[in-house]
C-alpha cells in the first residue's frame, strides 16, 4: 500500500526536523512527552482522517 499512514515520533525540536516535513493526511507528527491518552486520542484522530 503506497500510501501507508504513518506517525513519526520525536523528541527533537520542530527547529530540527528537515525543512520538507509537511504533516498531510497520510503522515503526522507527534512530540514527545505526551501521555498515554494523547498517543491514544492522536491515533484514533489520524485513522478517522485515513479511512
Known amino acids: 500500500m503506497p500510501e501507508m499512514p504513518v506517525i513519526f515520533i520525536t523528541g527533537y525540536s520542530r527547529g530540527l526536523l528537515p525543512q520538507d516535513f509537511k504533516p498531510d493526511a497520510y503522515r503526522d507528527l507527534l512530540m514527545k512527552p505526551f501521555s ?12 478517522d482522517r485515513t479511512e
Request: charged share 40%.
Open 36 to 47: 498515554r491518552n494523547e498517543l491514544i486520542s492522536r491515533v484514533r484522530e489520524f485513522l
